[in-house]
């Protein structure tokens, strides 16, 4: 996929956390990219900032060493690193020392571009940021805050982190980053979903039986123990990646493709969907946490035998739950999620399972397979299938039906063309000035909402998390969950 048709703006982008993981492993490589495709103006300049001691050629060297690592060798060209590394500068800042915010003013100080300050640290870290920014006299009425989420660990201190950020900038300057609503196959649901009347008139509750969203990781914690059992699964993918694909699968058709009208949209959803409460713990919600088990042929331990781990601890690394969404296009329709560490595979899928036929004239044996399924995969390859019934090829099969798929895979469809990341697209939508890929900050509130109730439940009746292997998916009672309504999971990937 290209990002050609689109147009960039020049600024100055100032990354605090410069020199941290997301920063090595993602954002420099984005702007590589944007940069050797000819989408960011030539005057755009990026300020890495970080409380390390390094000066600029330092600095340069460990990102021409994180891109190097990264890139593959055929989109490397000494040409467009040169290029690349020759609009980095850094500055040692310490971010709670707002005497150090000087060395941004001063780096400011002969550039009328709008600025970006991303914000790849810590939540809690933002509002002293913000603050000192706008005290060192750094921005203006044009300068946008990129910061990255979960944001807070409920709707309380969301809201307090939200409420610091708003004090220096107003919402129209904020951008949210869910990294999910910048993949290729995430912003296709606008095209599929709106662009195709196929889909258009058929996506209610008079055609769906029901939808599948499911996250699986096949990592554990990956060293992030101090962050992750303070917030577990629900807080971590729940709160913002899993609502966010809900949104986009389960909105209305926006007004138009501005940002609050897609983010209009999305809060509806949030608003009406129905929260899990005391009744339904027991049926409609799964918590597990991993132990012990195989995943690709190798043994790996269990979440309380991780490096580190407090061994009384009762965090969730796997959460399954069925909701509906209650409004005149859904009622009736359930919605099934889960998402888990030490998963058997890597995979992000949604399956929206249409209602069969309601008059059947083939071979009775097969009525259970007279169903479509709009299969839409997000990683590990971006694809879209529907799979559909045709009759089985023979002269010996009569009107034996056979289910196959229309199937539309990304890399292969466009052989050519290399599929942006996420934070490629994200980065240059920041560059923009363009908001409808970014999450407002009702969507944060609705969302948060919906979560603390169900941890306020597990709470209250002191559930603690069912164990399940590392390599499977998930607790048996997850399965059970689904097949008490007569229904599976769909695992054929």
Partial sequence: MSLKDDTSTAVDLALFGALGDLALRKLYVALYHLDREG???D????LGLARQDYDGD???ARVRDALESRVRADERSEESMTRFLGRLEYRQVDFKTPGDYAAIAQWRSDSSLPLTIYLSVPAALYGDICSSLSSAGCLDDASRVVVEKPIGYSLESSQEINDAIGAVFDESRIYRIDHYLGKETVQNLLALRFANPLFGGQWNQSHISHVEITVAETVGIEGRWGYFDQAGQLRDMVQNHLMQLLCMIAMDPPSSLDADSIRDEKVKVLKALRPIDSERLNTDVVRGQYIGGTIGGKAVPGYLDEEGANVDSRTETF????????????????FYLRTGKRMPEKLSQIVIHFRPQSHYIFDPDQRSMATNRLIIRLQPDEGIALQVLTKDSGLDKGMRLRTGPL???FHT??????????YERLLL????????????RDEIEYSWRWVDRLIDGWESRDMAPRRYPAGSWGPVSSIAMITQDGRSWYEDY
Avoid: C, H
């Avoid at 469809?413 to 996420?422: G, K, L, T, V």
């Fill in 39 to 41: 989408l960011m103006a």
């Fill in 43 to 46: 005057e755009t300049r990026v």
């Fill in 58 to 60: 330092a600095f340069r």
């Fill in 319 to 334: 959460v399954a739950f069925k909701t509906e969404i209650q409004n005149w296009r859904w009622a009736g329709v359930p």
């Fill in 407 to 409: 199937y539309l895979d």
């Fill in 413 to 422: 469809a466009f052989p050519s063309a290399r599929i942006p990341d996420a």
């Fill in 429 to 440: 939508e920041v560059m923009k000035g363009q908001q409808y890929l970014f999450v407002r």
